[in-house]
């Protein structure tokens, strides 16, 4: 069973940092992607950031490259991905997700869709003010 534990998020203003974290387990597969996806309020869901667990290889969307850096831990097998969000503006507003599945495709690629092994986390709520 795919666990997705995450952490992080809350309110800040714009131009702050927040962290987000994502503790993976059970993932069915030795090596997969993990990422987030976030979804503002009336907005459509948009892939954020990507990290594949074999080898480090990172994927961002054009609205949080330079700003955005996602990185990974490895301990005893287990995955955590970080997002480290700096530079928040008003927009980054949404409940983010972290999603993992066995490539990272879909935050490669926007024509490319979440593959039927992919799990999601309960999702945590980023509000930037002004």
């Known amino acids: 069973q795919v666990q997705l534990v995450e952490s992080g998020g809350g309110s800040i203003q714009a131009g702050g940092s927040l962290r987000l974290s994502c503790a993976a387990s059970?993932?069915?597969?030795?090596?997969?992607?993990m990422g987030w996806i976030r979804q503002g309020p009336g907005a459509e869901r948009e892939r954020v950031a990507g990290?594949?667990?074999?080898?480090?290889?990172?994927?961002?969307s054009d609205s949080v490259k330079g700003r955005f850096t996602i990185s990974l831990s490895q301990d005893n097998g287990k995955n955590t991905a970080y997002l480290q969000m700096n530079s928040l503006k008003l927009e980054d507003t949404a409940m983010y997700y972290c999603?993992?599945?066995?490539?990272?495709?879909?935050?490669?690629?926007?024509?490319?869709?979440?593959?039927?092994?992919?799990?999601w986390g309960q999702g945590t709520q980023v509000t930037v003010s002004s």
């Open positions: 999603v993992a599945d066995g490539t990272c495709s879909p935050w490669a690629s926007a024509a490319a869709a979440l593959s039927p092994l992919a799990s």
């Open positions: 990290i594949f667990t074999r080898d480090g290889i990172t994927y961002y």
């Open positions: 059970g993932f069915p597969l030795s090596t997969y992607c």
